[in-house]
T-cell receptor, first 112, second 109 residues
Framework: NAGVTQTPKFQVLKTGQSMTLQCAQD?????MYWYRQDPGMGLRLIYY???????DKGEVPNGYNVSRLNKREFSLRLESAAPSQTSVYFC???????????FGSGTRLTVV | AQRVTQPEKLLSVFKGAPVELKCNYS??????LFWYVQYSRQRLQLLLR??SRESIKGFTADLNKGETSFHLKKPFAQEEDSAMYYC???????????FGQGTTLQVKP
């Protein structure tokens, strides 16, 4: 039982490059989330998917897009990376309200 | 506005001392509150949920609606408790979690 799997674990991009962060969960969870973690700012929600087929913006969606490909997978795309997007990105999922989140191990992204 | 505030960036205590990590929230409805822990460069792990009223690794947290607080407590800190701790509030029907800024707990030998 892998839980929430994120790939890649590390990535360095040049300004203007694009990339997709992958997230998959094998727990049959309904909701999935993308957060970024920055020092002194805690975790901020980028996008979320409350159920398969739906996606919504979170607190800091600018510069990102998402796809809920199926119930298992929720990807985050940076179309034109900027240095301000240097961060650690966490994917999470949960089954229902009242349940805690299960987090992935994170992707450490540096944009130069 | 829905908000979670953790007023301390860093809390440093000696092994065996009591620990209290503060969390205050702002929410108009009935809150669902959580504590998460992140050990060095690892994923976040759920530590406590207020609805379960359980004790995990010796930690407890009580929801005080009057003071809008959900402080995390442990009577005797251990070195292995050193980590980043996040308080989080579940928001509305979507279940989005709103996180505080986090408190680093440093337990000195």
């Amino acid at each position: 039982n892998a839980g929430v799997t994120q790939t890649p674990k590390f990535q360095v991009l040049k300004t203007g490059q694009s990339m997709t962060l992958q997230c998959a969960q094998d727990m049959n969870h309904n909701s999935m989330y993308w957060y970024r973690q920055d020092p002194g700012m805690g975790l901020r929600l980028i996008y979320y998917s409350a159920s398969e087929g739906t996606t919504d913006k979170g607190e800091v969606p600018n510069g990102y897009n998402v796809s809920r490909l199926n119930k298992r997978e929720f990807s985050l795309r940076l179309e034109s990376a900027a240095p301000s997007q240097t961060s650690v990105y966490f994917c999470a999922s949960r089954r229902d309200r009242g349940d805690g989140y299960t987090f992935g191990s994170g992707t450490r992204l540096t944009v130069v | 506005a829905q908000r979670v505030t953790q007023p301390e960036k860093l809390l440093s205590v000696f092994k065996g001392a009591p620990v209290e990590l503060k969390c205050n929230y702002s929410y108009s409805g009935s809150p669902e509150l959580f504590w998460y822990v992140q050990y060095s460069r690892q994923r976040l792990q759920l530590l406590l949920r207020h609805i379960s009223r359980e004790s995990i690794k010796g930690f407890t947290a009580d929801l005080n609606k009057g003071e809008t607080s959900f402080h995390l407590k442990k009577p005797f800190a251990q070195e292995e408790d050193s980590a980043m701790y996040y308080c989080a509030l579940s928001s509305g029907n979507t279940g989005k979690l709103i996180f505080g800024q986090g408190t680093t707990l440093q337990v000195k030998p």
